[in-house]
């Protein structure tokens, strides 16, 4: 059952990606769609990660997490090599709840 279950979410997915490209041509949006389809994909985005970095099991997730993801903004922010901003970022959340802090 649990196969077929994720069988059946894999194909709908890979449906939902491959109508996208397929009927990209034939759908006709008006012009201020298509400024608006860029920032709501942003919008998104931001709101995803402000959800996974604030939230856990529905209650306020502490100040380690978001002071981690604080730190890896900063270091993406001034163009730090990827490996250097993950690390750095996990590394103040680890330290941050060693010491304590939720």
Do not use: C, H, K, N
């Not at 990209?24 to 012009?31: A, H, K, N, S």
């Not at 001034?78 to 901003?85: D, I, T, Y």
């Amino acid at each position: 059952m649990l196969i077929a279950v994720i069988v059946a979410l894999a194909v709908g997915t890979y449906t939902f990606r491959v109508a996208g490209v397929l009927l990209r041509d034939r759908l006709d949006l008006p012009t201020w769609a298509r400024q608006l389809l860029p920032v709501a994909a942003a919008t998104l985005l931001a709101a995803l990660a402000a959800t996974a970095t604030l939230t856990e099991s529905g209650a306020f997730s502490g100040w380690a997490r978001p002071t981690g993801v604080l730190v890896g903004v900063l270091l993406a922010w001034r163009r730090a090599p990827f490996v250097l901003v993950v690390i750095a970022a996990a590394a103040t959340t680890a330290l941050l709840r060693l010491l304590g802090v939720p």
